[in-house]
């Protein structure tokens, strides 16, 4: 069936790395994303990336893929209070040409 | 480039009161989609057009919800009679292509259904 996995909360503190992890479901996903929303918006696309890659970098973000584990995490490096948000993975559910998200992280940041 | 754009931002009404929320999606898009995003939970789609045509509404409560794209361009959903349980976000998105390309999202719509 279709799920996406991630935890519910992730506390961190300012300029440490934050890691939000994920789990898929879909092996055959082509494409596998990372949002972001903040209060009262819209999801903004932060970063995906193509299932044949293992690792994509941009900027403060590093996206790691684990085919094998169906397992994706992000990386926020030097995490500032701006990047208090919920984060949302999802999959291109590929059979169906559709996106499934998860239910979302929320990162929040402590001086 | 402007973005996806709905309204209203936010609407209250009480249930088996009738709604309608508009989405008009980037200029060039050819898929837009509905989804539904109840508080604390992931958007889960409830529908999808290509141009003007439904790719997917395996997910849409067809009894009570029904969402149109006439001209391939904007596109309403409406929801009647409300219940209670309708109370989410209505995001709406668009893409220029299913499937492969990114979907950018609007601000969504704030339904309250007391």
């Known amino acids: 069936g279709e799920d996406v996995e991630q935890s519910l909360f992730l506390s961190v503190r300012e300029g440490d790395s934050s890691v939000i992890n994920c789990t898929y479901t879909?092996?055959?996903?082509?494409?596998l994303y990372w949002y972001k929303q903040e209060p009262g918006a819209g999801l903004q696309l932060l970063t995906y990336i193509f299932s044949n890659m293992d690792m994509k970098q941009d900027q403060r973000l590093t996206v790691l893929l684990n085919k094998k584990d169906k397992h994706l995490s992000l990386r926020i490096a030097d995490t500032q209070t701006g990047d208090s948000a919920i984060y949302f993975c999802a999959e291109e559910y590929s059979s169906a040409s559709k996106i499934i998200f998860g239910s979302g992280t929320r990162l929040s940041i402590r001086p | 480039e402007a973005g996806v754009a709905q309204s209203p931002r936010y609407k209250i009404i009480e249930k088996r009161q009738s709604v309608a929320f508009w989405c008009n999606p980037i200029?060039?898009?050819?898929?837009l989609y509905w989804y539904q995003q109840i508080l604390g939970q992931g958007p889960k789609l409830l529908i999808q057009f290509q141009n003007n045509g439904v790719v997917d509404d395996s997910q849409l409560p067809k009894d009570r919800f029904s969402a149109e794209r006439l001209k391939g361009v904007d596109s309403t959903l409406k929801i009647q009679p409300a219940k209670l349980e309708d109370s989410a976000v209505y995001l709406c998105?668009?893409?220029?292509?299913?499937?492969?390309?990114?979907?950018?999202f609007g601000p969504g719509t704030r339904l309250l259904v007391l």
């Open positions: 879909d092996s055959s996903s082509t494409y």
């Open positions: 200029s060039g898009h050819a898929t």
């Open positions: 998105a668009s893409s220029l292509v299913a499937g492969e390309e990114t979907q950018y």
